[in-house]
């Protein structure tokens, strides 16, 4: 069975432009999860879907964006980056929203220049 | 004060050594993960739990609610056991990727 795949593996883009991160989740599960993570902050939830609908909002100003669609296949949208956007981006999957393991890809780097 | 504390923030071993990872918390939970990060980025998960223990080859987690506290033992700890040991609990609600992480532990095991 494939793992979580996330891609591109690497970006860079320049301030002020705009940007769009894939995950494909595990076959058969429903559940994706956005996570940021920086040197400084660390990591953080970014959202959360299910079945298409976001579940649940990490605490991120509105230029960050999901969905995810009837595959089950999400993408994360970033508007207006800032150096500060700069991190790795971790989507991880699940059969469902409570009680089963999660299960990470490896990961979008993005650098902001 | 962080939700999630994780000790020591690094930690160096001898291969063979036991090793031992703390993490306290300070919120309500439904579940406390385990994960293992590799220089690279990519994310491992290596236990979910919310009561008691669990085994996994050589790798031990306990968590004891009424104390807000779990650890992560490795037993005869290896090179390639070396990796970034990070903590995270969620609540569920209903949103079980909603995770609060620790800033994670680095262990370095040498040869």
């Known amino acids: 069975k494939a793992g979580v795949t996330q891609t591109p593996r690497y970006l860079i883009k320049t301030r002020g432009q705009q940007v769009t991160l894939s995950c494909s989740p595990i076959?058969?599960?429903?559940?994706v999860s956005w996570y940021q993570q920086t040197p400084g902050q660390g990591l953080q939830f970014l959202f959360e879907y299910f079945s298409e609908t976001q579940r649940n909002k990490g605490n991120f100003p509105g230029r960050f964006s999901g969905r995810q669609f009837s595959n089950s296949r999400s993408e994360m949208n970033v508007s207006t980056l800032e150096l500060g956007d700069s991190a790795l981006y971790l989507c991880?999957?699940?059969?469902?929203?409570?009680?089963?393991?999660?299960?990470f890809g490896n990961g979008t780097r993005l650098t902001v220049t | 004060k962080n939700e999630v504390e994780q000790s020591p923030q690094n930690l160096t071993a001898q291969e063979g050594e036991f090793i031992t990872i703390n993490c306290s918390y300070s919120?309500?939970?439904?579940?406390l993960h385990w994960l293992q990060q590799h220089p690279g980025g990519g994310i491992v998960s290596l236990f979910m739990l919310s009561s008691g223990k669990k085994k996994h080859g050589r790798l031990i987690a306990t968590i004891n609610i009424q104390e807000k506290h779990s650890s992560l033992h490795i037993t005869a700890s290896h090179p390639r056991d070396s990796a970034v040991y990070i903590c995270?609990?969620?609540?569920?609600?209903?949103?079980?990727?909603?995770?609060?992480f620790g800033k994670g532990t680095k262990l370095s095991v040498k040869p």
């Open positions: 991880a999957s699940s059969l469902r929203v409570d009680g089963s393991p999660l299960h």
């Open positions: 076959s058969g599960h429903r559940s």
């Open positions: 919120v309500g939970i439904s579940a």
């Open positions: 995270a609990v969620g609540n569920y609600g209903g949103s079980q990727g909603n995770l609060i």
